[in-house]
């Protein structure tokens, strides 16, 4: 039998991503440990079981952006890491990448009729249509 990947699309529960945004609780945001790549690492390992964040190492917002830079910008960074060129995610759980006016590209997890962001003030449910990558998974 072939093992399951990560990217499959089969559908995740909210119930599972909202168990997931509660172990990750509220802290305060530290690029490289408490950002919007490492929380969407952090719900993406829990619902599949594989962490992708191994090797993604980084202690300031410059080391972040250098990282970025160096596979185009954060959509290429996802694939990269990933594995799989995006598609449509519709599920919950679902990585994403919004595109915000001032900000740029954010990494976070599609939820509802939303995806949940972690910005440097805060958690955010920003609306679908900001939504520019996103990646189908599979629970584990």
């Not at 919007?36 to 410059?62: H, I, M, P």
Request: aromatic share 10%.
């Amino acid at each position: 039998m072939k093992p399951k990947t990560a990217i499959q699309g089969k559908k995740i529960s909210s119930f599972a991503v909202n168990q997931a945004f509660n172990e990750w609780g509220r802290n305060r945001f530290d690029y490289g440990l408490i950002d919007c790549c490492q929380f969407t690492a952090f719900v993406v390992q829990r619902l599949t079981g594989k962490d992708y964040s191994e090797g993604f190492v980084y202690s300031s917002k410059l080391e972040a952006y250098d990282i970025i830079k160096k596979h185009g910008d954060l959509i290429d960074l996802f694939t990269h890491i990933l594995g799989c060129k995006p598609n449509e995610a519709i599920n919950d759980g679902d990585p994403c990448i919004i595109e915000m006016d001032g900000v740029g590209q954010i990494a976070g997890v599609k939820y509802g009729d939303s995806v949940v962001c972690l910005l440097e003030q805060g958690f955010a449910r920003l609306p679908n249509h900001m939504i520019r990558a996103s990646w189908t998974l599979c629970h584990k």
